[in-house]
C-alpha cells in the first residue's frame, strides 16, 4: 500500500569530507549565496525520495524540483501531487519532465538539473550515481549505495571523478549529521572511554513494507514493485538496514574496515508469497586487525522486541551513540541543540553548493556498505570471511542491466513461495 497523505505530511559530520575549491564551480552553475534556483531532479518516488525532495526544499528557498522519475508511473504520479500540496512554490515538474520507465533516470539526467536526490531500489544505485557523476550533477545517495563488490568498486570510482569534479555527494548514512551522534564520537576519538575494545550494533525492528502481487503483472514487475522483499534489488536486509549502523561502526574506528566476519542467519518467522527470498534474522562477529570485535544484530519479524542501538565499549567506559551518552571515568550527556539528521543533511548538501565548497560522503558510503556485504556473505555462505575474499569476489545480485520483459534471477516455488539460500551450501563465486 502507497504511503498515505497523512502519513506523508506527518514525515514531512566533523567527519564529513569536504574540499575547498576556491572558484571551481560545482556542478553545472556556480551560486551565489541565496542568488539563483538550483533545479533538482528526484529518482525514485517512494516515501524516502519524496521525503528527501521535501528535505530539499526546506533546506535552500532557491531549490526548484523540476523533474522526477521512477519505473511506476502511479509512484510518480502519487509523490508529485504530495509534493505540489506541501511546497506548492518550489514544486515545478510539468508532465514533461516525468520519466517513467528503465531509461528514465538517464532522461531526467539529462533534462538539465542541477542535482539530483537518488532513492530507488538499491539494484539500481549505483549505475545512476555514475551516471549524474558523469553529467556534472552533485548528488544526494540514499543508503545502501552499493549492495555487491563490483558496486562498491563503481561508487568508489565514481566519488573520486565527482571530487575532481567539484560535485557534492552526500549519503543518506544520516547518522554522520545527526548533532549528538557527532559530538559522542568526537568525544571517543578524544579518549573519553579510553582505547575501544568492543561495538555492538543492533537494529530489531517489524518486518519492511509488504506489497501483494496485483492482477496481470509479470513476475518482473511484481518483484520491482515488492523490491525490498527481493535480495537482488535490495541487498537482503542486513545490508539495506544495518548499514546505517556499520557506517557508525567504522565512524568510530576512524575508517578502519573489519579484517574478517563470520555469522550466522536465516529465515525464521517471515512466511508466505510476499516475503521474497531475504533473511528475516543475521548475527555478525567482525573482527579489525587491532582485535576489536564489532557485533552486530538485526532482526526483521512482526510482534518481537524492537531496539536501535549502537553501543561502544571502552577501558574507561562506554558509549550510546543515538542517546548522545557516555558512563563511566568521564560521564557525559548530550544537552546542546538537536536536529533532525535527514534535514541536516540536506542543509548541508545545498549549503556546501551555494558557497561552492563541496562535500564528499562517497568513500565511506561505499566501504560502510561493503561491511555489511561482507557480513551477508559470511551469513550466506556460514564461512568466516576476510576483508580481502569479500571485496574481490565475484558475487553479483541479479542481472547487470533489466527491463520489465526480463526473467528474475530468482521465481517462486510450486507454492507461490521463493527459495532462500542455505548456509553451507551457498557459495560465493570467485573474483577473476
Not at 128 to 149: N, Q
Not at 174 to 194: L, Q
Not at 247 to 256: G, I, N, P, Y
Request: proline share 4%; aromatic share 10%; charged share 20%.
Amino acid at each position: 500500500m502507497d504511503q498515505t497523505r497523512r502519513d506523508f505530511l506527518k514525515a514531512s559530520s566533523t567527519m564529513v569530507v569536504g574540499t575547498a575549491t576556491n572558484s571551481l564551480s560545482i556542478g553545472r552553475n556556480a551560486y551565489a549565496k541565496g542568488d539563483n534556483a538550483i533545479r533538482v531532479g528526484l529518482i525514485g518516488c517512494g516515501g524516502r525520495g519524496a521525503g528527501a525532495a521535501v528535505q530539499a526544499m526546506q533546506a535552500d528557498p532557491g531549490v526548484r524540483l523540476v523533474a522526477m522519475a521512477d519505473l511506476f508511473s502511479s509512484a510518480l504520479q502519487a509523490k508529485r501531487r504530495l509534493l505540489r500540496e506541501t511546497h506548492p512554490a518550489q514544486m515545478m515538474v510539468d508532465d514533461d519532465h516525468c520519466f517513467v520507465g528503465f531509461d528514465g533516470y538517464q532522461r531526467l539526467i539529462e533534462s538539465g538539473v542541477d542535482v539530483v536526490l537518488i532513492a530507488n531500489a538499491s539494484r539500481f544505485q549505483a549505475t545512476h550515481f555514475e551516471s549524474c557523476v558523469d553529467a556534472g550533477s552533485s548528488t544526494f545517495v540514499e543508503k545502501p549505495a552499493a549492495m555487491d563488490p563490483p558496486d562498491v568498486k563503481r561508487i568508489l570510482t565514481a566519488a573520486e571523478k565527482a571530487e575532481k569534479k567539484g560535485l557534492s555527494v552526500v549519503s543518506g548514512q544520516m547518522w554522520r549529521y545527526d548533532p549528538a551522534v557527532r559530538e559522542t564520537v568526537k568525544r571517543i576519538h578524544d579518549g573519553a572511554i579510553g582505547e575501544v575494545v568492543a561495538i555492538q550494533i543492533t537494529t530489531h525492528r517489524s518486518n519492511f513494507r509488504l506489497r501483494s502481487r496485483r492482477p496481470g503483472q509479470s513476475e518482473m514487475e511484481y518483484q520491482l514493485y515488492n523490491w525490498t522483499h527481493f535480495s537482488w534489488l535490495s541487498g537482503d536486509f542486513l545490508t539495506a538496514s544495518l548499514v546505517h549502523h556499520t557506517d557508525l561502526a567504522a565512524w568510530v574506528m576512524k575508517e578502519e574496515q573489519p579484517a574478517t566476519a563470520f555469522g550466522m542467519g536465516g529465515r525464521a518467522a517471515l512466511f508466505g508469497e510476499n516475503h521474497g527470498d531475504c533473511f528475516d534474522h543475521n548475527a555478525v562477529i567482525y573482527e579489525y586487525a587491532n582485535g576489536v570485535k564489532l557485533f552486530a544484530f538485526i532482526t526483521v519479524q512482526p510482534n518481537c522486541y524492537t531496539e536501535v542501538s549502537d553501543i561502544v565499549m571502552g577501558t574507561k567506559g562506554r558509549a550510546y551513540l543515538q542517546k548522545g551518552r557516555i558512563e563511566g571515568r568521564n560521564p557525559w550527556r548530550y544537552s546542546d541543540k538537536k536536529g533532525n539528521p535527514y534535514q541536516i543533511e540536506q542543509n548541508e548538501l545545498f549549503a556546501s553548493i551555494r558557497e561552492g565548497k563541496p562535500i564528499n560522503n562517497g568513500r565511506y558510503m561505499a566501504l560502510s556498505a561493503m561491511t555489511g556485504i561482507m557480513g551477508q556473505m559470511a551469513t550466506y555462505t556460514g564461512k568466516k570471511i576476510s576483508w580481502n575474499e569479500a571485496l574481490s569476489a565475484g558475487h553479483v545480485f541479479g542481472p547487470a542491466t533489466c527491463d520489465f520483459s526480463t526473467e528474475p534471477p530468482i521465481k517462486p516455488l510450486s507454492d507461490g513461495t521463493y527459495p532462500v539460500r542455505i548456509p553451507g551450501v551457498f557459495a560465493l563465486v570467485k573474483g577473476r
